[in-house]
């Protein structure tokens, strides 16, 4: 087999599990528990807007809480994105042999370059899922090399868009079995039920509590406070936000370590393909030269 020739999608899932397993106390924590202080956040914010709106505030009290709690909200999420960043900067290090460090990560990802242009790439992704959720099939892989190449190759903004789309096109063989855009399909695709399934393998004892609390609750015929009954409620998603949070990041590790090694791979054959043929074109090089004749 030549070793430019594209490795199997089951041969690239083992090669994610060894480097994800090393590293895991290196990238995790440093990622999990600021996910984590932001869900806890996000937990009590939820709890004082339902007090002052349950406790008959005014419409002067409740749209400056909710104007600001968006806010908040968005915060979160840029922390997320943030995260999720960091800990593909910390992946490349270390599939690349470097070493790792989550604080250049985190800083790496606060650089006003690099913020930009992941907040491009996400509002592109975003409106993608809202036109129809088709659209995001083609955008969110073509789009998921922005961050490596940034990373590895020193190029941000449309350079970076650019670069991502092209290697994410990559298909010398011309068979759509070989698409490196099919293979981030299909990389996203296992990510995401990975996703899913430990985020909802985590949150359904809370969810079963819920249920049990509002059930008893109605069985014994004495309604409680609404209010009462909906902050008690949330103050239990406390514990769930802290442990979903460190479930999502665990289940990061298998993402970004994928397109990591994904992006270091596509690179490799499409630029030692480009080389090679560089290489045959200076020394005339037939594509392939006729064995040797051997003597009796």
């Known amino acids: 087999m030549n070793e430019l020739d594209p490795i199997s999608f089951r041969f690239l899932i083992d090669r994610i599990l060894a480097p994800a397993k090393h590293h895991f106390r290196q990238v995790f924590l440093p990622i999990a528990v600021p996910l984590a202080v932001c869900g806890v956040g996000a937990s009590l914010l939820q709890v004082g807007w339902l007090k002052t709106l349950m406790g008959g505030g005014d419409v002067g009290q409740v749209l400056p809480m909710v104007g600001g709690i968006f806010v908040i909200m968005i915060g979160i999420l840029a922390a997320y994105g943030l995260g999720f960043s960091a800990l593909t900067v910390g ?44 659209p995001a099939l083609y955008v969110v892989p073509i789009l998921s090399f922005v961050l490596p190449a940034m990373v ?4 941000y903004g449309w350079a970076a868009i650019r670069r991502s789309s092209e290697l994410a096109h990559y298909n010398p063989t011309g068979r759509w079995t070989d698409s490196a855009w099919l293979q981030i399909l299909v990389l996203l695709s296992v990510g995401l039920v990975i996703n899913y399934a430990v985020s909802l393998l985590v949150q359904l004892p809370f969810l079963v509590a819920q249920q049990i609390i509002i059930f008893r609750d109605a069985a014994s015929g004495q309604m409680s406070d609404p209010a009462t009954l909906l902050a008690g409620m949330l103050w239990l998603q406390i514990p769930a936000q802290i442990l979903s949070a460190m479930a999502t990041a665990a289940s990061w590790l298998f993402w970004t370590f994928g397109i990591s090694l994904l992006y270091r791979e596509i690179r490799r054959r499409k630029e030692g393909q480009d080389l090679k043929q560089a290489i045959d074109e200076l020394t005339g090089a037939p594509d392939a030269l006729p064995a040797p004749a051997t003597s009796v």
């Open 91 to 134: 992946s490349l290090d270390a599939v690349a042999g470097r070493r790792v460090s989550m604080g250049r990560a985190w800083l790496f990802a606060l650089q006003p370059r690099v913020f930009g242009t992941l907040i491009v790439i996400s509002v592109a992704n975003t409106l993608s899922f809202l036109m129809c959720f088709l």
């Open 152 to 155: 590895e190759e020193d190029v």
